[in-house]
């Protein structure tokens, strides 16, 4: 009896992390160049304009839509990709959460007492950066501009478009 449920439980286990490993695959160590793709869309709130989408493709085609306007292309060569991809591995981006629409700030209270105040912020404009390696793929919602790595990424790979135009 003990074996068989032992023998159960084993099973179980690789069940449940292979299905794990099928919904969310590790982070890859190698991939192809062209199976790489960065893009961040910037929403704003509804009415508002200012709203893009940026897309770089490891193919190096790579192209810049605001407010649903024609696509601006870009070439981004090999080493401005490997660049990135290196940026996103320096601030840590795989490791953060993939939001932070959620502001927690301490208060202090009239009776000496601190308090924590989590205040979801919504209607605000803000970006989303992705990058896809392979199957894998990492997206986070930066809000405020914070992670501030993440929104000094994302404006490293803004000035990309804003220097053609």
Partial sequence: MNKFAISFLCMLGMIIISN?????????????????????????????????????????????????????????????????????????????????????????????????VVTKLTKQSNKMMCIQLRSFKKCLTIVDNQPNEAAQLVNKIEGLFLAKQ
């Fill in 20 to 116: 794990d490993l099928l919904a969310n695959p590790p982070l890859p160590s190698q991939y192809p160049l062209n199976k790489i793709k960065i893009s961040i869309l910037h929403k704003t709130p509804p009415g508002i304009p200012g709203g893009y989408q940026i897309t770089i493709n490891g193919s190096g085609n790579s192209f810049y839509i605001q407010d649903s306007q024609e696509k601006q292309a870009l070439n981004v060569s090999k080493e401005t990709l490997l660049e990135l991809v290196n940026d996103f591995y320096t601030i840590h981006f795989f490791e953060l959460p993939d939001t932070y629409a959620v502001k927690k700030q301490v208060i202090l209270k009239n009776n000496a007492t601190l308090a924590t």
